[in-house]
């Protein structure tokens, strides 16, 4: 079956833009959960879904959004871009719940200059 | 304050040799610990899951341990091969909320 797609794979936006990065995860699996990829804090989780509820939040500022729709798809949105925001979005998805096995995407590269 | 401490160090090998991979974490009592690997650019792959009941698990090439008395998992790659050169990263479940918790990853090189 296919895996976790997310798109697009790679990103430049300039500061103070606003960004949205889609995830499909697997066929069934109704929990989506994003990360945060940078050198120097590994992976940091952002927030989880599930069933179109957010279920768990990380401590990222509020300019950081997500959803989930009736399909299990996922979008993020990322507003009021910060240079320190450029880093690589991961994208998770679990039959059931966010700590199961994880099955990850390819994930989305932003760069913000 | 909870915490998940993997080797900073990259793991310099010789293949054919056993890789050992430390998982230490503090202020945590974890139901499980996962293990993934990732490669440069792309998502973590899931390896192993091991439960709190459950001492050592196989699967293949690799072996967990899981002490939860010590707060350790050690992960171990037997007959190692360049293609396993990769970074290592072991999960929880963080007690605060329901989500998966990563270390930082440990680096490992296999030479040939």
């Known amino acids: 079956k296919a895996g976790v797609t997310q798109t697009p794979r790679y990103l430049i936006k300039t500061r103070g833009q606003q960004v949205t990065l889609s995830c499909s995860p697997i066929s069934g699996h109704r929990s989506v959960s994003w990360y945060q990829q940078t050198p120097g804090q590994g992976l940091q989780f952002l927030f989880e879904y599930f069933s179109e509820t957010q279920r768990n939040k990380g401590n990222f500022p509020g300019r950081f959004s997500g959803r989930q729709f009736s399909n299990s798809r996922s979008e993020m949105n990322v507003s009021t871009l910060e240079l320190g925001d450029s880093a690589l979005y991961l994208c998770?998805?679990?039959?059931?719940?966010?700590?199961?096995?994880?099955?990850f995407g390819q994930g989305t590269r932003l760069t913000v200059v | 304050s909870q915490k998940i401490e993997q080797n900073s160090e990259a793991l310099n090998i010789q293949e054919g040799k056993t890789a050992t991979l430390t998982c230490n974490y503090t202020n945590y009592s974890p139901a499980y610990l996962q293990w993934y690997r990732q490669d440069p650019g792309r998502g973590p792959v899931f390896l192993l899951l091991?439960?709190?009941?459950?001492k050592e698990k196989r699967k293949e090439r690799l072996k967990v341990t899981f002490d939860t008395t010590l707060k350790q998992s050690l992960f171990h790659i037997t007959a190692s091969q360049p293609a396993d050169s990769a970074t290592y990263l072991c999960?929880?479940?963080?007690?605060?909320?329901?989500?998966?918790?990563f270390g930082a990853g440990t680096i490992l090189r296999v030479k040939s």
């Open positions: 091991i439960r709190e009941n459950e």
């Open positions: 998770a998805s679990s039959l059931r719940q966010a700590n199961t096995e994880a099955f």
């Open positions: 999960a929880l479940v963080s007690s605060y909320g329901n989500k998966l918790v």
